[in-house]
């Protein structure tokens, strides 16, 4: 079996388990939603407001949802010592982690997909908005908050105050990520600059920071 | 005899407290050591480092002649666990299958189909793990560990919480895999349960290897 075998076991696996209980998928959607609807209240259904703040907003929601997704991504693998079953079995790790961000990538973006819609509904989001671009930009960023997510999520799961150092990991890292999401999809949705700039930028992010993880892999799945 | 198994000096610290301390031994292949000791002798520990779901702190240990923790050592050992190490979610089969492709076995319906015969568990294929019984979700666990045919098989407790038919099953079970030429290494408080199987035993007290010795049913 190859470790493209053992990547798509994984991530089957991973999809199934989330499609039985909807742990994950339930909290995400919840906090996404909460975020949003508070945020319209907040701010009136105005074009040119969701022009110039619309991509900050955006991503907090996602930013929320992916926080929880990455919580659980690991966390499934304590219940009846699963994840002791991954650990003494000869896999490659990187084709454990990669299947487990995969699994993480699809269930994000699949959240994402109900919720831009409802974005551009509650936030009144102008009619000139390129939607491509700012598809293009949510699975980018999405990709980049996966793949370190995944990773960090791996190396807390051990530890007592997992949930407040995941996001204490995963956000510094991630800041040259959120900007350019963030600044992308800004412009988009009708700001002003370049969005090309900030989209080079989050692919190249993506690349780096996917083959650093792949190659640390070992060092994240390490037993005690 | 070649000893399989070998133990040089292996310690374990969980922070400042020693819980194995420099312990050696050797078992040869087709033995079935007991591994006595009092609750926080250092079984468990031990157990879980020749898996190699513990890093030992200082020492080695091999399996077959591969350092513990290697994908080489893992290949040849089967851990049994206090958990499962299934996910409820899922079915017994889905989550042999999965294993099967971890351990990138050729015939991976083939190989869970024979694990699942070993242990006399067929029936429970088709079934969560969530919604098994204890003694159920003993014989997955352990079809688990014999799905891909480890020469170690290293058991932490496999009768604890089970009635006397199912122990009774278990133990003809691992006779069958002694005899056939396995490993075999079990902790259990349960003495009565391991000793006429047993070909040696191993006593740990505060996580120094008290005795090796091959008189087991005389203990009990």
């Known amino acids: 079996m190859s470790d493209w075998g053992i990547f798509a076991a994984m991530l089957r696996r991973d999809l199934r388990i989330e499609l039985r209980t909807r742990e994950a998928l339930l909290a995400?959607?919840?906090?996404?939603?909460?975020?949003?609807?508070?945020?319209?209240?907040?701010?009136?259904?105005?074009?040119?407001?969701?022009?110039?703040?619309?991509?900050?907003l955006l991503w907090v929601a996602f930013l929320f949802a992916a926080l929880v997704a990455l919580d659980r991504a690991f966390l499934r693998e304590t219940a009846e010592g699963a994840l002791v079953g991954l650990q003494t079995s000869p896999a490659p790790r990187a084709a454990l982690l990669g299947g487990k961000f995969a699994s993480s990538f699809v269930l994000i973006?699949?959240?994402?997909?109900?919720?831009?819609?409802?974005?551009?509904?509650?936030?009144?989001?102008?009619?000139?908005?390129?939607?491509?671009?700012i598809a293009l930009t949510t699975v980018l960023g999405t990709w980049a908050l996966a793949a370190n997510g995944t990773y960090f999520s791996a190396m807390s799961v051990h530890v007592r105050q997992r949930g407040l150092l995941l996001p204490l990991l995963l956000l510094p890292v991630s800041i040259p990520a959120i900007l350019a999401m963030v600044q992308a999809?800004?412009?988009?949705?009708?700001?002003?600059?370049?969005?090309?700039?900030?989209l080079q930028l989050l692919a190249g992010y993506d690349i780096i920071f996917t083959a650093l993880g792949l190659m640390l892999a070992e060092m994240a799945l390490e037993v005690e | 005899?070649?000893?399989?198994?070998?133990?040089?000096?292996?310690?374990?610290?969980?922070?400042?407290?020693?819980?194995?301390?420099?312990?050696?031994?050797?078992?040869?292949?087709?033995?079935?050591?007991?591994?006595?000791?009092?609750?926080?002798?250092?079984?468990?520990?031990?157990?879980?480092?020749?898996?190699?779901?513990?890093?030992?702190t200082g020492g080695t240990a091999t399996v077959g002649g591969a350092a513990v923790g290697t994908a080489a050592a893992r290949r040849q050992t089967g851990f049994l666990s206090h958990g499962s190490l299934l996910h409820?979610?899922?079915?017994?089969?889905?989550?042999?299958?999965?294993?099967?492709?971890?351990?990138?076995?050729e015939q991976p319906q083939a190989a869970v189909e024979a694990a699942l015969e070993q242990v006399r568990g067929e029936h429970l294929?088709?079934?969560?793990?969530g919604e098994l019984s204890q003694g159920m979700r003993q014989k997955a666990a352990l079809a688990r560990c014999l799905l891909h045919q480890p020469r170690l098989l290293l058991l932490d407790e496999p009768f604890a919480s089970l009635?006397?038919?199912?122990?009774?099953e278990l133990r003809a079970c691992l006779a069958g895999l002694r005899d056939g030429g396995m490993t075999l290494m079990v902790s259990s408080h349960q003495e009565e349960a391991v000793a006429d199987l047993a070909t040696g035993a191993l006593t740990l007290e505060r996580g120094r290897l008290l005795?090796?010795?091959?008189?087991?049913?005389?203990?009990?």
Not at chain 1, 28 to 56: E, H, K, N, P, Q
Not at chain 2, 125 to 129: C, E, F, T, Y
Request: with cysteine.
């Open chain 1, 28 to 56: 995400m959607g919840f906090y996404a939603l909460l975020v949003m609807v508070i945020f319209s209240f907040a701010f009136s259904a105005d074009a040119a407001l969701t022009a110039r703040a619309g991509g900050g």
């Open chain 1, 109 to 133: 973006l699949g959240l994402e997909a109900i919720l831009l819609p409802l974005f551009a509904v509650l936030f009144n989001a102008p009619a000139h908005a390129d939607w491509g671009g």
């Open chain 1, 185 to 198: 999809t800004q412009v988009y949705l009708g700001g002003e600059g370049v969005a090309n700039y900030w």
């Open chain 2, 1 to 56: 005899m070649q000893p399989f198994l070998t133990c040089q000096r292996v310690s374990r610290f969980f922070g400042d407290a020693a819980v194995l301390r420099e312990v050696s031994f050797t078992c040869g292949a087709g033995e079935l050591v007991a591994l006595w000791g009092a609750n926080g002798a250092g079984k468990t520990t031990l157990l879980r480092v020749l898996a190699g779901a513990l890093r030992p």
């Open chain 2, 88 to 105: 409820p979610a899922l079915t017994v089969e889905e989550n042999l299958r999965f294993y099967a492709t971890l351990f990138a076995l």
């Open chain 2, 125 to 129: 294929a088709g079934r969560r793990v």
């Open chain 2, 163 to 168: 009635d006397r038919a199912t122990v009774a």
């Open chain 2, 211 to 220: 005795a090796q010795t091959e008189e087991v049913a005389e203990r009990v």
